[in-house]
Structure formats: C-alpha cells, structure tokens
C-alpha cells in the first residue's frame, strides 16, 4: 500500500523546499522553445552518450525503472503515477510534452479539470524528488532540464546517432531491455506510448548491435563477437543472421563443433518461432564446419578437459641428459593429476606420440585431449633452463608459456619445486581458458564442469546477484550429473558464501544448507580436496576446530598444488593459531600463481598481522582494501598497534561505511553492532588473537566489549559428528 501526499519527501530521501519561482503546478518556469509546438518536441542527442548524469538526476527506463540522486542514491517517488510521468519526461530529456498530452496518457477516464487536479498533485510530488528545477513549465508544456536530469534512453539516442563504429559499440553497451520492462501501470494509452516507443528503440538497437557484430565478424574478434551475438539471441532468438555470424565467428577460431552447435540452435529456433527452415546461406556454413570436423577435428569431450603432456624435449645436445627431459614431463602428469578438475592423461598415452610430427590440433584429436603441454630442457655452462607451453588443441593457439632457470648442481631439490610451479600455473590457465569459452556458450549447451566454471566465477563477483546466477548453475550441473561431487561442493560454497557474507539474516537456513551440501559431495568423492575445504571452512566457522582442523589438513594434502585452495588455506590456518604457518602458505600460493587475484592479498593480510609482520600486513591488505568486508577493520586494527591512530580511525570509519553499506542495506547501525559481527565470522580459536583483534580496534576507535568479542554465529541445529 502506497502512501500518497504524506510524507513524500522522507519516501524521497530528501528535504521539502519552499518555492522560488514557480509556474501554476508548483514547478519552476524555464524558457522552452516551441512550447506551443508538437507534444513531443524534436529531439536533438547530446554529443557525449556515455554521460552518466552525476550532476543530476539520473533515470532508468531500459530493462525497468530507477532513479538516482546528484549523490548517485536510489530515489523512491511517492506513486507509480510519479513514476510514469517522470518516465514520459525523461524519454528524451529537454523536449517538451504539452499539459493535455500528459493528462490523457496517465489519467484518461478522468474529465479534464480532475485530470489537471490530479497532474497538478502529481507534479508537486515529483518535484520534491528531484533536483530544484529539473522539472521546467513554460506555458502549457513540460520538460526535463538536461542539465539537472538525464536518461539511459537520450544516452542510447545519442549513441545511435553517433557514426560508426564508436555509436554502435556503445548502443551493445547501454540497451539493458525494452522500454519500462515489468512496469504495470494498467492506462490504455499509456501502455500503447511505451509499447509504440519500445518497438522504435528495440528495433534501432538490435539494427546497431547487429552492425557491430558483423564488424566483429568480419575482423574476427572472437571473444567480444561471441558475447555480442549471444546478447542480441537473448534479445531475438530466431535472428539467423545472428546465428551465421556466430557461426563465422567460431569457424575463425577453429571451433568447428561449436559453429555446429550453433548451427543446430539456429535449426531448432527458426522452425519453432517462424516454421522455415535455415536459407541456403546458413547451410553452406554448416556444411563448411563439417568438412572440418570429419578432416579430423575431435569434437569438444564431455566432464573434465583431457590434458595430455608429452615428454620433454632434450636441447641440451647431450643424450646422457634424456633422462631428464622424461623425468620431469613424468612428475608434471604425476602432480597434475591431483586436480580432480581435469583428466590428465596416462604417460604411455602421452608418450606414445613423443617422435610425431603431428600438429597440436591432430594430437588432440588422436587422444581425444583438449589441452596439450609442451617442454624442453637445455643444460649449459652451470644452469638448466626449463621451457613449458600450453596449447589449446582446439584452436592451435597458444594460451601459456614460461621458463624456469635453476642451478646445475641444485637440480634434484629444485626439480619438485619446478614442477610445482609449472602445475600450479598450468592449471589456472586451464581453468581461465575454459571459463571464457564457457561465458560464450549458451544455457542449452552447457556441460557440467561449464557450469561449475561459471558458477565459481558467480561466487567471485561476491554480489548477490552473482550469487544467485552460482547456486542456479550448480543446481543445473546436479541435474545434468548427479554423482558430480564438485557441482554439490558448489552448492555448498554458495550457499557458505550467502551464510556468511550477505544473507546475514538467513543464517541458520544458509548454514543448514551449506553443510548438507558438503557432506553429499564428500559421500559422492571423499578424495575430492575442494569438498575436503569446503567442509572444513564450514566446520571452523561452527568453531568446531578438531574437524575442522583435519578436512582442512587433508584438503592440503590430496592437492598441495592448488594455489585457490592455498590462498583460502592460508586465511584458516590463521583462524586456528597457526599465524606462521599460515603467513608462509599465503606467500606460497602468490608466488606458485604470480599472476593471481586480488583476494589473495586480502587472504594474506590478516595471517601476517597476526604473525607480528604488521607492515606486510598493511601492505597486502592495501592492495585490495575492499575484498572483503572487514578488510578495512583489520587495516585499522594494524594502523592502531603500529600507532598511527589517525589512520586506524580512518580505516575504522570506512570499515563502518562498507558494513552498513553491504551487510545491513543501508540500515542505521550502530559500532557496536559492527564490532559484534566481526568477531561472529572471524572465528578465532587462540583466545590472544581475539584480544590483539580487540586491541587494535579499540586503539582505533571502536568500541569493543567483551560480550562482542565472545560472539558466536547463532545455531540451528546440531551437526553429525565428522570423524577423520
């Protein structure tokens, strides 16, 4: 139930203004020109569309309806009439609507004097809302001052005016949907002024975007074509010359099952939603990507990517040094196949093809492998060089390439170091691969471990919209597999994540969920050291440290060469008053994945404070200050022990600012309450990192008790005993 003509400008977020001079509704008086003219006035686009409206008023009116502040704040007006009126304004913000134009669209079985009434109340309620001015009367006609107020929609005229190719390549950017999309409103006319203006805009855009995208085409740039082309199937399914453009696109970067996949989606949409099969064009291409495919490109396998890694070549002119070359490349498959994400290949299978000529893509296709890693050894004066590259077999690119140097007479200790690192690097490039392809593929043509990709990259956005977008994909992927221990470890860390993180208020039911979902991935593979983890962060946050200690051990010990699961790793041993250990795992895992996320840093700061290394604490947690959420109270806890109390109080103010803003919703908060909750998810074990935690926050600050420092999650129901 809405609550109208009380207390509009609290509904507003702001303060009521008395009025300066204002025309006969309350709303200040402008010069437009043409104001007796045509309802709709001609519309002249700015030149720059990517304003963003941060001196006014911004409106969304694609993909549905929101208003922001000068400040960037969601703005509530007051009715859905409010609503719609703004909406006919800002359509094109600076041309004018007359009074009658308005009046009959919002309120048309009214007679005209009720109607003005009722326009009259509306305006005054709107103009509350909005910046002073931005609402303009002159005569009988209103109009949005573009300088107080702008829209998606005159950013997305501008931008389809603009010449090619900047204003198409914009358009891809800024049509979100159709026009007031889910906005009921329930007026006749109104409802045909949206829909009338809706097909102009959806038209236009597809047109542009369809322009861009055989640009693309035509240049070959896969990876933004591809996510452009699913856009526009998204927004029309049955476009062929979509799809053919798709499948162009995967045709130039080699990915000959794909653009048959492709091909078939295009079948099965054009006969469902027009009845007519693909033109002569479409099947040329299709036939185009089967002589491809049956020349002897191996179709894309199903579950795990296959990596095979041939023996390493010996450059060293020596053959005394063979031995070498196979000792490594047998230590790579051999720690490799740790990672239950991929299917290494056996060495006899591998090795077979060691004296071939054979290209990358003929490899693949022989062991039916998706990557292929690559390598030789070169001993001279003193040192050995080690080279590695990892090739995707389907395309022939190369995705990775590295070399390790080491001393001649420090080989046999270095070897187990040399091939740790090649394996920690190799299989983050595997997975980054994969996930970008994934991206590209549509929701029918994803396998299971695509879904676990994405869903893992849902998880990493850490916003509830991501969130949701993961534990949807991985409920498919324990549809499609439901003996798939990783898809059910998913579903556990999503809903782990929503426990601790974002559904603050759901804590028992997230946490519920979190657990049962790890125990059925453990059932299913108890060998598996993601769900080993993922038990044993559950089971430490329950401040159940025994069991937690040994799934988390064991985690460590069926993979030491994840360096994922060792940046998370590192964050537990913390909890368990292991700071040492802990600071050392973290510098490990940066420097087995030199390219890593920022979230390692974060994951690493805290264990170093704790471990006394407060510089290098700061250091780490300053390279990702928002990482986390209470990132910022562990920079003012280490500010504070280091003396700098002025900083510490300005780490604890944002610390303050980032909790309101993402664990209450903007909700006042007091700094008790903050306090309270970083002690209830930073589960501690060693009662004197509780108390240097408290130490630092009080010198920064913050008022820290002893009740809050014993905050504990509440519970909800006892877990089975885990053993082990």
């Known amino acids: 139930m809405r609550l109208l003509g009380i207390g509009v400008a609290h509904l507003c977020g702001r303060d009521p203004r008395g009025g300066a001079s204002r025309g006969r509704d309350g709303v200040r008086d402008g010069g437009v020109k043409n104001a007796g003219g045509p309802a709709f006035a001609r519309f002249s686009p700015a030149r720059n569309w990517v304003t963003d409206g941060a001196m006014g008023a911004d409106i969304t009116l694609l993909g549905g309806f929101s208003v922001r502040g000068p400040d960037g704040a969601p703005l509530a007006l007051p009715t859905r009439k409010a609503e719609a009126l703004l909406a006919l304004l800002a359509l094109r913000p600076g041309s004018a609507l007359t009074r009658d134009r308005v009046a009959g669209l919002l309120w048309p079985a009214s007679a005209e004097p009720q109607a003005r009434g009722s326009l009259r109340q509306t305006l005054a309620q709107l103009r509350r809302c909005l910046p002073d001015g931005a609402v303009e009367a002159v005569g009988d006609s209103l109009r949005l001052d573009p300088g107080l107020a702008t829209s998606d929609t005159a950013r997305l005229e501008a931008a389809l005016a603009a010449n090619e190719p900047q204003g198409p390549a914009a358009v891809a950017g800024l049509y979100a949907g159709r026009l007031l999309a889910d906005f009921p409103v329930g007026e006749d006319p109104f409802e045909e002024w949206r829909r009338l203006e809706g097909e102009r805009l959806h038209a236009l855009a597809l047109d542009a975007m369809g322009r861009r995208l055989a640009d693309l085409a035509a240049r070959g740039e896969a990876e933004e074509g591809v996510a452009l082309g699913e856009r526009l199937l998204a927004l029309d399914p049955a476009s062929e010359e979509t799809h053919r453009a798709l499948m162009r696109l995967h045709l130039a970067r080699g990915a000959r099952p794909a653009a048959l996949r492709q091909y078939e989606r295009c079948r099965d949409a054009l006969r469902g939603a027009l009845g007519v099969a693909p033109s002569r064009e479409t099947e040329e291409l299709a036939r185009e990507a089967r002589r491809a495919v049956n020349a002897g490109v191996a179709a894309e396998p199903q579950g795990p990517p296959g990596v095979a890694v041939l023996p390493f070549a010996n450059l060293s002119g020596d053959p005394e040094q063979e031995y070498l070359a196979l000792g490594i490349a047998e230590d790579v498959i ?59 077999t389907a395309t022939g690119y190369h995705l990775w390439a590295e070399r390790f140097d080491a001393p001649s007479d420090g080989l046999p200790q270095l070897q187990d170091e040399i091939v740790r690192r090649v394996v920690g690097a190799l299989a983050v490039r595997i997975d980054d691969q994969l996930l970008r392809q994934a991206r590209c593929r549509s929701a029918g043509q994803l396998q299971a471990y695509d879904l676990w990709l994405r869903g893992l990259d849902g998880l990493r956005r850490a916003t509830p919209e991501g969130l949701a977008e993961a534990q949807s994909l991985f409920h498919r992927a324990t549809e499609l597999d439901p003996n798939d221990a990783r898809a059910w470890s998913g579903l556990s860390l999503s809903h782990f994540n929503d426990w601790s993180c974002l559904a603050w208020e759901r804590w028992d039911e997230c946490e519920a969920r979190a657990f049962d979902y790890a125990r059925r991935a453990l059932e299913l593979d108890d060998n598996d050291p993601v769900a080993q983890f993922i038990v044993g962060r559950i089971l430490l946050y329950r401040r159940e440290f025994g069991p937690a200690e040994r799934h988390l051990e064991r985690a460590e010990a069926l993979n030491p060469n994840d360096t994922h699961i060792l940046s998370n790793l590192a964050l537990c041993h913390a909890y368990l008053g292991r700071a040492e250990r802990a600071a050392a795992m973290a510098r490990e895992a940066m420097r087995l994945n030199p390219f890593h996320e920022a979230w390692y840093c974060a994951f690493a700061a805290m264990p170093h404070m704790l471990a006394g290394e407060l510089e290098a604490g700061v250091e780490l947690g300053l390279k990702a200050p928002d990482a986390s959420v209470d990132m910022r109270a562990y920079l003012a806890c280490a500010h504070a022990h280091l003396g700098d109390r002025a900083e510490a109080a300005r780490q604890a103010e944002a610390y303050l600012e980032t909790y309101r803003g993402n664990i209450v919703k903007g909700r006042p908060a007091e700094p008790e309450e903050a306090v309270r909750w970083m002690f209830m998810v930073n589960p501690f074990r060693r009662a004197a990192d509780t108390a240097f935690i408290a130490e630092g926050l009080r010198g920064a600050g913050l008022p820290v008790s002893e009740e809050a420092m014993a905050a504990v999650p509440p519970r909800g129901r006892v877990a089975a005993a885990w053993g082990g």
């Open 334 to 392: 051999r720690e490799l196949s740790r990672f239950r994400s991929l299917a290494v290949l056996s060495r006899q299978a591998a090795f077979g093809l060691r004296d071939t000529a054979l290209s990358p893509q003929e490899i693949g296709a022989r062991l039916g492998c998706r990557f292929l890693l690559t390598g030789s050894v070169r001993r001279g004066a003193g040192t050995v060089r080690i080279g590695c590259e990892l090739t995707d």
